[in-house]
């Protein structure tokens, strides 16, 4: 059995503590009470109890790093630390709140700039996915491999395509579809980015891109794909994929021309 290094243990332990409220709450999700925070991008009280259990959990264990998250919730970050924490309390929000098992906890250790170690879980099933930098991929206890699939015909791809509130000019978005799609076995629009850039580690997915998302949607799963095996490089050449979030993350074999596709598009 593999043993889980220290951070991805500090990572475990606060994210199965606020999954147990997301879960409970995904329950009864007809009772949340909800607010707007902008167009299909909502709130729930169960998103901002989730991230005030997960800075708590985080900030006891690891006092010294920063933190990063989705929602503002008024504490006091420390912007200078050398290490922070990068934290989507519930990542596929819109999912969650329509009754869709698709969602899940994300969280990334960055250090320097470099995101060393990240977790992904979904409580609904359990799956907890997780890397650290050299010690591979895995979900729980299983190594996780990216797929080795390069005919492209026989290849699932996920993407984020876009939702309204999302500034992305609808016409860009179909020219990459109208790219991509005459070659692929199929594309998938899941609804939870770091989850699909999980399944991509695993295997159940061969690629997944997207643009216009946020640092804490794809730091976590930036290193678990290429913990993997795979590859991650940004949709626009020269520039990081996880601090501008938008990203091609595939397995090895079909990457350079995924990405020369979507490119070119």
Partial sequence: MVMRPALVNVMAKAAEKAGKGLRRDFGEVEHLQISRKGPADFVSTADLKAQKILREELGKARPN????????????????????????????????????????????????????????????????????????????????????????????????????????????????????????????????????MAYVAAGRFDGYWACGLGTWDVAAGSIIVREAGGFVSPMVAGQDPVQKASVIATNAAIHERLVKMLRES
């Fill in 65 to 196: 790093f920063g933190f990063l998250m989705e929602e503002n919730d008024g504490a006091i970050d420390k912007p200078g630390a050398s290490e922070r924490w990068i934290v989507d309390p519930l990542d596929g929000t819109t999912n969650f709140l329509h009754g869709v098992p698709h969602w899940c906890i994300s969280i990334a250790v960055e250090r320097e700039g470099e995101i060393i170690s990240g977790l992904i879980y979904n409580p609904v099933t359990d799956e907890m996915f997780w890397a650290e930098k050299g010690v591979g991929a895995y979900c729980s206890s299983s190594r996780l491999r990216v797929s080795v699939r390069s005919d492209l015909s026989e290849c699932l791809v996920a993407t984020g395509l876009m939702f309204r509130g999302n500034r992305r000019n609808p016409v860009d978005i179909l020219k990459e579809l109208a790219a991509v799609m005459p070659h692929l076995a199929g594309i998938r629009r899941a609804g939870s980015a770091a989850l699909d």
